[in-house]
C-alpha cells in the first residue's frame, strides 16, 4: 500500500498544543470502517483521554458497528472544527484532524465507568447535573458498549487564511 504525504505542507498543522486542543474542544466525529467490502461511516460524540492518547465512544449493546468492529477493529477519525464559510472569497476556513488506528470494544466494568464519566465531563456543561439525572449504576452501565480507539497515526491541517 502506498503512504501518501500531505501535498499542501504550508496548510499541515504540526503544533501537538493545536491538535489536542481541537480535540479536547471538539463533540463529534465521523468514524469510517470496512464493513467487508463496504465503507462504513458514522457519526458519534466522543470523549478524548490525554494521558491514553485514545478516544472514548459508546453506543448500543448490538448492531452493525460492533459487529463490523469485530470482523476488521482497523478505523479512521475525521474531527473537524468548522471555522466557517468566508463570504466574497469562496473559501471555508477549517482544521481537521484525521487518525488512523485500532477500535475495541471494552467489557470492563472500571474502565465504562471512567470512559463514561470523561465522556460526560468533555460534552456536557453541566455534568454533575447529568450523574444526578443519569446515575452511572451497574445496570445502566450494562445497557452500553464502550469503544476504545487506540491511535497509531495522527495527520492534522488547516485553511485559515
Known amino acids: 500500500m502506498n503512504t501518501y504525504h500531505m501535498r499542501r505542507k504550508e496548510k499541515a498543522i504540526t ?3 493545536i491538535i489536542r486542543d481541537i480535540l ?3 463533540k463529534y466525529c465521523t468514524i469510517s470502517l470496512v464493513n467487508g467490502d463496504k465503507p462504513y461511516s458514522v457519526v458519534m460524540n466522543f470523549g478524548y483521554d490525554i494521558k491514553e492518547n485514545a478516544f472514548y465512544f459508546h453506543c448500543a449493546n448490538s448492531g452493525l458497528k460492533l459487529d463490523t468492529i469485530e470482523r476488521n ?3 479512521f477519525i475525521s474531527v473537524v472544527k468548522d471555522l466557517g464559510y468566508q463570504h466574497g472569497s469562496c473559501e471555508h476556513f477549517y482544521q481537521s484532524v484525521n487518525l488512523e488506528g485500532i477500535i475495541e470494544i471494552i467489557d470492563d466494568f472500571e474502565v465504562k465507568l471512567a470512559a463514561l464519566n470523561l465522556m460526560i465531563d ?3 456543561d453541566n455534568p454533575n447535573t447529568v450523574r ?3 446515575p452511572l449504576t451497574d445496570k445502566s452501565i450494562s445497557k452500553v458498549k464502550v469503544l476504545k480507539f487506540n491511535i497509531l497515526n495522527i495527520t492534522a491541517k488547516e485553511s485559515i487564511r
Do not use: F, T, Y
Open 24 to 26: 479536547i474542544n471538539s
Open 132 to 134: 444526578k439525572n443519569i
Open 73 to 75: 477493529n482497523n478505523c
Open 122 to 124: 468533555q460534552l456536557d
Open 15 to 17: 503544533d501537538r498544543d
